[in-house]
C-alpha cells in the first residue's frame, strides 16, 4: 500500500504560480509512475503531468510549457504551475502506480492522494 498526501494548493490570481507537492508513504523515486490530475466541477478528471521511473514525463496539450513535474527527495513529487490561467482552477490529485507504462490515464492508477485544492481568479 502507498499512502499520498498532497498540499500546496490555494487561490492566486491568473499569472500567478503554485508549487504542489505529495509524500508518499513508501519510496516511489525511480520505482513507480507518478502522475498529477485534476477535476473541475461538472468535469471528468483528466491528466495533467506524468513522471516514470527513468524520469520521463510527459504533459497534457493544455499545460504543457507552464507546468512542471519533478522528483525531489525519495519520497516527494512536485508538480510547478506557472503562468496560471482560470481553466486551471480544479482539484489536483496525486497518483502512483507500478506498471511499467506510464501514461496520462488515470484507470492505471491504483493509489491516490485527497487532492489539493487550486483556485485562479481572474
Known amino acids: 500500500q502507498v499512502q499520498l498526501v498532497e498540499s500546496g494548493g490555494g487561490s492566486v490570481q491568473a499569472g500567478g504560480s503554485l508549487r504542489l507537492s505529495c509524500v508518499a508513504s513508501?519510496?516511489?523515486?525511480?520505482?513507480?509512475?507518478m502522475g498529477w490530475f485534476r477535476q473541475a466541477p461538472g468535469k471528468e478528471r483528466e491528466g495533467v503531468a506524468t513522471i516514470d521511473s527513468d524520469g520521463r514525463t510527459s504533459y497534457a496539450d493544455s499545460v504543457r510549457g507552464r507546468f512542471t513535474i519533478s522528483p525531489g527527495n525519495a519520497n516527494t513529487l512536485y508538480l510547478q504551475m506557472n503562468s496560471l490561467k482560470p481553466e486551471d482552477t480544479a482539484m489536483y490529485y496525486c497518483?502512483?502506480?507500478?506498471?511499467?507504462?506510464?501514461?496520462?490515464?488515470?484507470?492505471?492508477?491504483?493509489?491516490w492522494g485527497q487532492g489539493t485544492q487550486v483556485t485562479v481568479s481572474s
Open positions: 497518483a502512483a502506480h507500478f506498471f511499467q507504462w506510464c501514461l496520462l490515464r488515470d484507470n492505471d492508477y491504483k493509489y
Open positions: 513508501t519510496n516511489t523515486y525511480r520505482r513507480a509512475c
